[in-house]
């Protein structure tokens, strides 16, 4: 069973940075590109990074390109991203996806939330 | 605004048909493959339709998806109050260089 589960959403300060870890299993993880994707609250779904299986080909929407960076390691199958100077309009949940490209992607994580106020 | 166009809201009745359209451009639907994605409340997106018009094995058919010059259609049947939810169409735009999706439409069973 394919697996997928964020962590590390919380609250911060503008300005102030979070890390979030994509746990996963139950397929070869080195095979798959894995994207981020954010949903506001009460809003609809905004794609925001993706990483190739082997790591080397990444790409970022401009909304968070030079404050965002999205890694993986294959010894824990984690992708991870690391989200600097962080904005009140950064407020939203988290989802992790295996991408297939192309706007596909199965399955989801659960999500987690990540909050920014002053 | 979304760069994919979609009704903010439909409904029908249980046992009815329902679609949900999804409008774009050249750069988007018009040369790419559409994915359409259910998100129930308070669930992540699930993922409904590929390539237009294939669907993963767990889903049922039902579900249906189409495709036809910068507009792609999502079909649901025999409608089900569990098929109350949010439905969203995504896919790549060659111009921006992003996944794009529509806004979303909320799916009301009567």
């Known amino acids: 069973q394919v697996l997928l589960v964020e962590s590390g959403g919380g609250l911060v300060k503008p300005g102030g940075s979070l890390r979030l870890s994509c746990a996963t299993a139950?397929?070869?993880?080195?095979?798959?590109?894995m994207s981020w994707i954010r949903q506001a609250p009460g809003k609809g779904l905004e794609w925001i990074s993706y990483?190739?299986?082997?790591?080397?080909?990444?790409y970022y929407a401009d909304s968070v390109k030079g404050r965002f960076t999205i890694s993986r390691d294959k010894a824990t199958n984690t992708v991870y991203l690391q989200m600097n100077n962080l904005r009140v309009d950064d407020t939203a949940v988290y989802y992790c996806?295996?991408?297939?490209?192309?706007?596909?992607?199965?399955?989801w994580g659960q999500g987690t939330l990540v909050t920014v106020s002053p | 605004q979304s760069v994919l166009t979609q009704p903010p809201s439909v409904s029908a009745a249980p046992g009815q048909k329902v679609t949900i359209s999804c409008s774009g451009r050249?750069?988007?639907?018009?040369?790419?493959?559409v994915s359409w994605y259910q998100q129930l409340p308070g669930t992540a997106p699930k993922l409904l339709i590929y390539?237009?018009?294939k669907r993963p094995s767990r889903i049922p058919d039902r579900f249906s998806g189409s495709k036809s010059g910068t507009s792609a259609t999502l079909g649901i049947t025999g409608l089900q109050t569990g098929d109350e939810a949010d439905y969203y169409c995504?896919?790549?735009?060659?111009?921006?260089?992003?996944?794009?999706f529509g806004g979303g439409t909320k799916l009301t069973v009567l």
């Open positions: 996806a295996r991408d297939y490209l192309g706007g596909r992607f199965d399955p």
């Open positions: 139950g397929f070869n993880f080195r095979d798959y590109y």
């Open positions: 990483i190739s299986g082997g790591g080397s080909n990444i």
């Open positions: 050249d750069s988007n639907i018009g040369n790419n493959y």
């Open positions: 390539d237009n018009d």
């Open positions: 995504g896919t790549w735009d060659s111009s921006l260089s992003v996944v794009v």
